[in-house]
């Protein structure tokens, strides 16, 4: 009986859908003001129809769309969707989107079982309970992830834990958006902070707001703004536009615009605007000196809104929705038709998506269910879902509600404006930063949560001192003995250091260094002490340059007196100088520069060795920058030497005076001009007034290049890779883009991303110093801390090797291979014992043989047959083929027999092949063999050898010949008083031939061919 009953209901439910179709209830005002107004709205829903009927989604039944004017009453609307269920004209409502009008349908629909979608109710939280508004369906946004984007993306990417949370609640209204999102933010923040302060600051962030009293207003406004100021600096906002922006010229007028503090505004309010534009700080019917305040307080805001719908598709659709109708298009977004560039409101879109994913579900639960109404099947079928909407792929949440997309702003300081600074995709959760955030006066460290001398500045307050100004007395007094000192030590220092100067015992004569051999680098050429065991680094500063030999010899002492003392196991160690020729001698680095080893594709290195030359760079550079000369100043790879024991020695330090200019060292504009600019940091490039010396953060910068050029051994900026000219990067450099090396594909040195990123910020203040460097990179290198020093030197040396022994067998194998090669091209141009005695070294003797057999054929009419064929592809071929048997290997007289059975086979070969394009011609070949020591002469040659009158010929007889027809020919039998042949078997001329006979004469030509 159950089952009768089943099947009854079952096709009942299919009379329904096929007599009435598919019922959908539009529930939106009349009231053109409204962005989501009817009249709005019609177009994309009949769009939206279309579509549903192109893609076959409801296949054999009708769409019937009525609509209900709700009049904006949360009373009337739930009145007319009752209307509209009474008469059994709705199987879904679209709408309403008011918050207290869809709370009264939502909670009707799950007895009516009647799907709800909407576009409204997104900043409600009471919405997100499931049990009470079960099949309510979001389609524009939701609390839930707004707040999911703030607590879990927003304030852990810039680790703040403690903020103060703001919102307007309109007295004219029961519960103001602002209030409700706010609160759930507030809930959220509190269960995701261990911050005590967090929790307290959340209870008593709400403040009401009546807009009829601006006085009122301003007071509330500055009472909230002071208590924020003494427990949070980060402080989340939510009002409306106007009121933010009373909200921030009380904080100014607060002395809240110095860099401590963020205002991060929710803009939800955004998609209630005419022109969808964001928050306006500037006023036209404002005083210029208000909109010169209210400019720098907007320097210390940050907008999150929602993320803009700006693909092709959405504006295909916005025209399509332009175009539906013409006497009303002006009201939609207030575009005229023939602004085909705008784009439709957000909540027209919705409407269109929510016809879809309502057919989607439909269609999936009448393929599961049969056709029916039950709306609890067709909500389970919508959710946890995806289709092709309007603006690409639509995802709704398994509990019902869109996943959307949103963005953070920030104020671009060239152009006064909100710019995109970072993006936020909710189906894949994750946030990506596009630009930097510039805060006040375009400062780009982020500011604290909490203060140095926390809120109340207790952190910093020093015990009370009835003597404090004794104390004060004290420390100046001491301060000045101190400057006195130091100024008493500087200047015995100076007259102790001329003194020495005189000695000039660091002055090496030229006659005494003995060089064994020269090579060149890039920037240096060094040559090799003979006893010493040193190098001298010839600086083209001084090549066929005249020069003041004093000023020279000061300047040099000068630095040579700063780096005396410097002896450091990672640092080029100073011996002397040279004046005739100027050079300066050093230790001799028998490894080349670091930027030779790391460009090399034949050695190999592992992360140890990467971390241990990252470390030696390091140590090297933490002692020239705790030593008298503070700085290196044009650090790069090629100044990283490697040392005997592959230990990275720093060189070309303490003595600036002498480095020489890069418009000397190289042509201007040409590519390595450009190229030794590219380790130098924005701020030095940019200056032209730089110290030659350099700065500790300019180190710092060239330090990270080189750190990229080790992870990843690419080279200079991988230019090889992305084919950019250093031209090209160093003009964006200086220009202010924030241009640095690319991070190609994985590496297992990922942790360094990092610290490259820190090292080469743009803002010298932002990168660290070596100490921290140092540390950092300590830590990262703790996996390899279990070997001591001498295991780690032994395993450079044991790599090294390897890489050697490597190399040796790689170029082994390419030179046997290139043997084998010439050994298979002598095989192909010489016989095989020519070749076996000439790869032996030996000398070849000319063999002769007593008797071979030649074989020769070619085709009949080839070039004819060619000229008349299509071409297939352009070559250089012949028709004619020659095979000799009985060399270079005698083998009797089987010669013979072998060839006159392969002119066979080739004979029938040519019998039976058929020309492809040609089919009723024949192939013709002409076959001559011939086994004789006979020489053929032609007529002419017979005249030629008569005029000698010493050789003995004898007429053979006539002879067709190729391209000649019947001719007479003569043998050559010897020459009188010389060499001649014997006739003994060979009297008969027949003898000397081997022919056949073909089956049809008119195919196939012999000829005969003596030697």
Not at 363 to 379: E, K, L, P, R, S
Not at 579 to 601: A, F, V
Request: hydrophobic share 40%.
């Amino acid at each position: 009986m159950a089952t009768l009953l089943s099947i009854v209901i079952f096709y009942f439910n299919n009379i329904l859908l096929i007599v009435y179709g598919v019922r959908i209830a539009v529930l939106l005002p009349t009231d053109l003001t409204s962005p989501y107004a009817m009249a709005k709205v019609k177009p994309a829903i009949d769009l939206a129809v279309k579509e549903v009927n192109h893609r076959q989604l409801l296949i054999n039944q009708t769409i019937q769309v009525r609509y209900g004017d709700t009049n904006n009453s949360y009373i009337l609307g739930p009145l007319i969707a009752i209307d509209f269920y009474a008469k059994q004209q709705a199987d879904v409502f679209l709408g309403p989107v008011d918050g207290p009008g869809l709370a009264a349908v939502a909670r009707y629909s799950p007895h009516w079982k009647i799907p709800v979608i909407s576009p409204g109710g997104g900043f409600n939280y009471h919405f997100d309970n499931k049990r009470e508004y079960q099949l309510l369906t979001r389609m524009l946004h939701s609390s839930k992830t707004i707040v999911r984007f703030i607590s879990r993306i927003i304030l852990p990417h810039f680790n703040w834990t403690v903020v103060r949370i703001i919102a307007e609640r309109n007295i004219a209204e029961a519960q103001s958006e602002c209030y409700m999102l706010m609160g759930a933010l507030c809930r959220a923040v509190k269960n995701s902070s261990n911050s005590q302060e967090m929790k307290e600051t959340c209870s008593h962030s709400i403040f009401d707001i009546d807009h009829r009293f601006r006085n009122e207003t301003k007071e509330k406004l500055k009472k909230t703004l002071n208590d924020a100021k003494k427990e949070a600096r980060i402080l989340l906002t939510c009002m409306d536009s106007n009121l933010f922006r009373e909200f921030m010229l009380t904080a100014y007028d607060l002395d809240m615009i110095n860099g401590e503090y963020v205002f991060i505004y929710l803009d939800i309010f955004r998609l209630l605007r005419k022109d969808l534009s964001l928050i306006k700080w500037k006023k036209s019917d404002a005083s210029e000196a208000e909109n010169k305040k209210i400019r720098r307080a907007f320097e210390t805001v940050l907008i999150i809104g929602f993320k803009e719908a700006d693909t092709d598709k959405y504006q295909r659709f916005s025209n399509q929705v332009f175009s539906s109708f013409e006497q009303t298009t002006a009201t939609i977004n207030h575009s005229s038709p023939s602004s085909s560039n705008k784009l439709v409101n957000p909540y027209v879109a919705t409407f269109y998506d929510a016809v879809l994913l309502y057919a989607y579900g439909l269609n999936q639960t009448i393929a599961v269910h049969g056709n029916t109404n039950d709306g609890f099947h067709v909500v389970k079928n919508m959710w946890n879902s995806s289709f092709e909407g309007s603006n690409g792929i639509v995802q709704i949440s398994e509990t019902g509600d869109r996943v959307s997309d949103y963005s953070l702003f920030d104020l671009n300081p060239k152009t006064d404006e909100f710019w995109e600074v970072g993006t936020y995709s909710g189906v894949n959760s994750t946030f990506v930063r596009l630009r930097e955030i510039y805060w006040i006066d375009k400062v780009t460290k982020t500011p604290n949560d909490i203060p140095f001398c926390g809120f109340d500045g207790s952190r910093c307050i020093q015990p009370k001192n009835p003597f404090l100004s004794w104390i004060y007395f004290t420390v100046v007094v001491s301060l000045i003995v101190l400057v006195l000192t130091l100024l008493a030590i500087w200047y015995y220092k100076r007259v102790s250091f001329e003194a020495q100067l005189k000695v000039m015992n660091w002055i090496i004569q030229s006659e005494d260094i003995f060089t064994m051999e020269e090579f060149s680098s890039k920037f240096k050429q060094v040559k090799k002490d003979k006893n010493k065991g040193t190098s001298i680094l010839h600086f083209p500063i001084f090549e066929d340059t005249l020069i003041d030999t004093t000023s020279t010899i000061n300047s040099i002492g000068t630095g040579r007196y700063k780096i005396k003392d410097m002896q450091n196991e990672h640092l080029v160690r100073f011996i002397g100088a040279c004046l005739d020729p100027p050079c300066l001698i050093t230790e001799y680095c028998s490894k080349g520069s670091l930027q030779d080893l790391l460009e090399s594709n034949q050695i190999k290195l592992d992360d140890m060795f990467k971390y241990s030359i990252m470390y030696d760079v390091v140590k090297g550079i933490v002692y020239i920058h705790n030593s008298d000369i503070h700085s290196h100043g044009n650090l790069k790879s090629s100044n990283c030497l490697i040392g005997s024991r592959f230990v990275v020695k720093i060189s070309d330090y303490g003595i600036p005076s002498l480095r020489c200019s890069r418009h000397q060292k190289y042509p201007a504009n040409c590519e390595q001009y450009y190229r030794s600019l590219l380790w130098s940091a924005p701020e030095i490039l940019k200056d032209q007034h730089a110290p030659h010396e350099g700065t500790q953060k300019g180190d710092v910068y060239s330090f990270a290049i080189i750190l990229h050029e080790i992870v990843y051994r690419r080279g200079l900026f991988a230019m090889n890779e992305t084919l950019v000219e250093p031209k090209e990067i160093f003009q964006s450099i200086k220009s202010g883009d924030e241009i640095r090396p690319p991070f190609l594909g994985e590496n297992t040195l990922f942790e360094i991303g990092a610290l490259m990123k820190k090292c080469w910020c743009e803002n010298p203040a932002d990168r660290p110093d070596f100490s921290a460097i140092s540390s950092t990179i300590r830590k990262l290198s703790k996996k390899f801390d279990n070997e001591n020093l001498v295991d780690n030197l032994l395993k450079r040396m044991e790599q090294y090797t390897n890489n050697l022994e490597e190399l040796v067998t790689e170029r082994t194998n390419d030179y046997l291979i290139e043997k084998k090669k010439a050994e298979e091209l002598l095989y192909r141009l010489l016989p095989r014992s020519v070749t076996a005695e000439l790869m032996a070294g030996k000398s070849v003797t000319a063999e002769s043989f007593s008797s071979v057999t030649i074989y020769f054929s070619d085709i009949c009419g080839f070039t004819q047959i060619s000229s008349e064929s299509t071409p297939m592809q352009v070559e250089t071929i012949g028709d004619a083929y020659m095979c000799v048997s009985g060399l270079p290997t005698p083998n009797g007289n089987l010669h013979a027999r072998e060839i006159a059975r392969m002119a066979l086979a080739i004979l029938d070969a040519v019998i039976n092949f058929k020309i492809r394009h040609r089919p009723g011609e024949q192939l013709r070949i002409r076959i001559g063999i011939h086994s004789a020591l006979r020489i053929h002469l032609s007529p002419t040659t017979k005249a030629l050898l008569d005029t000698f009158q010493t050789f003995i010929v004898k007429l053979r007889g006539s002879v067709t010949l190729k391209g000649k027809g019947n001719m007479s020919t003569w043998w050559l039998l010897g020459e009188e008083n010389g060499l001649q042949i014997p006739l003994t078997n060979f009297d008969n001329d027949n003898d000397l031939l081997i022919s056949a006979t073909p089956p049809s004469s008119n195919l196939l030509e012999i000829n005969q061919i003596q030697i």
